[in-house]
């Protein structure tokens, strides 16, 4: 099916027309941009005009995208696939996201589905780096407790010689991917746990703290909330 080999985010939805395909992106669409998503605004906005096309043209839903079936495709919609591709994300990096964002939300549903009753519940630490001794501390308690317990990586000594592991991932190139990756580990938790040591919250553990009440996620604090990691109480 079309919408399975383009949309994989909506491969449920396999049976479906694709107008009520582009109503739900429509509706994404609306969320993107008023949460400032400016990513996943671009990626929606170029994956609904694809439908548009789709269905102005009435290509069918049985349409497979193979070499003489996307040389086949309206110009604009051939057009639009190259600039997207070549020109708007050349690194790939909006897509890879995209991707990876998708396949968390697959996966959730899946889990879900099969989750029996007395599953243990998940619960995802987030903090700083800084705080990986903390971090270590509560994953092995709450472990104990027979809890599932989704952090961030904890890095030995000896790893990396010379480099200050509380920024490893800018270092690395990798902190962009890193935080979405510890974004989808709180789309596969139940509770969320935040580990603000001194009242404490740098930039990235607040957009964890953001998306994490965006998916009304249960959120507890080590320490009582402040404002800023000011020390202030809230």
């Known amino acids: 099916m079309i919408k399975n080999k383009i949309f994989s985010v909506y491969d449920r939805m ?37 439908l548009y096309a789709l269905m102005k043209y009435k290509i069918h839903n049985d349409w497979l995208p193979t070499p003489e079936n996307t040389n086949a495709l309206p110009e604009p919609v051939r057009k639009y696939i190259h600039d997207l591709v070549a020109n708007c994300d050349p690194a790939g990096i909006v897509r890879e996201n995209i991707l990876i964002k998708d396949t968390c939300k697959a996966l959730v549903i899946k889990l879900e589905e099969k ?14 780096t800084r705080f990986t001794e903390t971090m270590l501390t509560y994953q092995w308690g709450l472990t104990k407790q027979g809890f599932i317990v989704l952090s961030w990586c904890a890095l030995p000594d000896s790893y990396p010689r010379g480099k200050d592991k509380n920024h490893i991932g800018d270092q690395e190139g990798v902190k962009e991917l890193v935080d979405e990756i510890h974004l989808r580990k709180i789309d596969l938790s139940d509770e969320v746990m935040i580990l603000n040591v001194g009242g404490y919250i ?32 809230c």
């Open 115 to 128: 989750k029996p009753k007395d599953f243990p519940k998940i619960i995802c630490l987030c903090g700083s």
């Open 14 to 50: 396999d049976k479906a027309p694709l107008e009520l395909v582009a109503a739900a992106f429509e509706a994404d669409l609306i969320e993107a941009t008023l949460e400032k998503d400016l990513d996943q605004r671009d990626f929606i906005k170029g994956r609904l005009a694809i």
């Open 202 to 233: 740098g930039e990235s553990t607040q957009n964890e703290l953001n998306y994490a009440k965006k998916k009304k996620k249960v959120i507890r604090f080590l320490e009582p909330k402040r404002r800023g990691g000011c020390g202030k109480p």
